[in-house]
């Protein structure tokens, strides 16, 4: 009997191409070229992905969604402050990309400019935007004066920048089990959520500069 097709899916794509830009140490030109290399059909590949950057992009938003899904098999989750769900999500999301380190770093490295600006990010950053614009409004549905109510907008491009932030410090970060990067997390989502809700709306915008600087100076 002929041997049995192998079955295609988004995940083994996603699979084969993190391993070939690993083995190879470059990306794929072509789709041609990696499904050849992969031994599965052109057709098959559109079926998940139209493009080679669809791909790169895919890998991020899988990262995103990986990131959900563990998260909201917590049960707890739901009853956690806002303070305590973005910490729950950071921790989870870099548990992720630590799974997937020697990928991410390959990518990091060969970015020819600014990292934040990579076409490839464009879905996870508004994944994450949209995220963090979530817990605001489920923040300010609870407060009555308007002068209290947090910016969504304003907390989610912080929220996107402390990303970028974390993501820089943790390549860079040789510590076990990447410890120091835990404790980023943790004061540097500490110190957002501090300058929110204790600082004028003028001192958040000098903060956020601050940050922006330098993550990306």
Same mark, same amino acid.
């Given at each position: ?12 794509? %996603? ?10 140490? =470059? ?10 290399? /992969?031994? @599965?059909?052109? &057709? ?12 790169? =992009?895919?890998? $991020?938003?899988?990262?995103? @969604? /990986? ?17 305590? =769900? ?17 990928? @991410? #770093?390959? %990518? ?8 934040? /600006?990579?076409?490839? #990010? ?9 995220? &963090? ?13 308007? %002068? ?7 907390? &989610?491009?912080?929220? $996107? #920048? ?5 993501? /820089? ?5 040789? &510590? ?15 110190? %957002? ?10 001192? @958040? ?13």
């Amino acid at each position: 009997m002929p041997a049995k097709a192998k079955k295609v899916t988004k995940e083994t794509i %996603i699979t084969m191409f993190m391993d070939y830009v690993l083995e190879n140490e =470059k990306l794929p030109k072509t789709v041609y070229k990696f499904c050849k290399v /992969n031994a @599965i059909k052109e &057709s098959d590949f559109y079926l998940h992905f139209g493009s080679i950057d669809a791909i790169k =992009k895919g890998i $991020w938003n899988t990262f995103y @969604i /990986n990131t959900v899904s563990v998260i909201e098999k917590n049960k707890e989750y739901q009853d956690f402050t806002n303070r305590e =769900k973005m910490l729950t999500f950071f921790y989870t999301f870099f548990e992720v990309l630590t799974l997937n380190r020697s990928y @991410i #770093l390959f %990518i990091m490295d060969s970015a020819s400019g600014p990292f934040k /600006n990579m076409e490839q #990010l464009k879905g996870l950053r508004k994944n994450i935007k949209e995220f &963090s614009k979530g817990l605001i409004a489920d923040g300010n549905a609870d407060k009555n004066l308007k %002068i209290t109510k947090h910016n969504p907008q304003l907390f &989610s491009e912080g929220a $996107w #920048l402390q990303t970028m932030f974390l993501m /820089n410090f943790w390549k860079s970060d040789d &510590s076990a089990a990447f410890e120091k990067t835990d404790v980023a997390i943790e004061k540097s989502v500490n110190t %957002i959520f501090d300058v929110f809700d204790n600082t004028p709306l003028e001192n @958040i915008l000098d903060f956020g500069k601050f940050l922006y600087k330098e993550t990306f100076a």
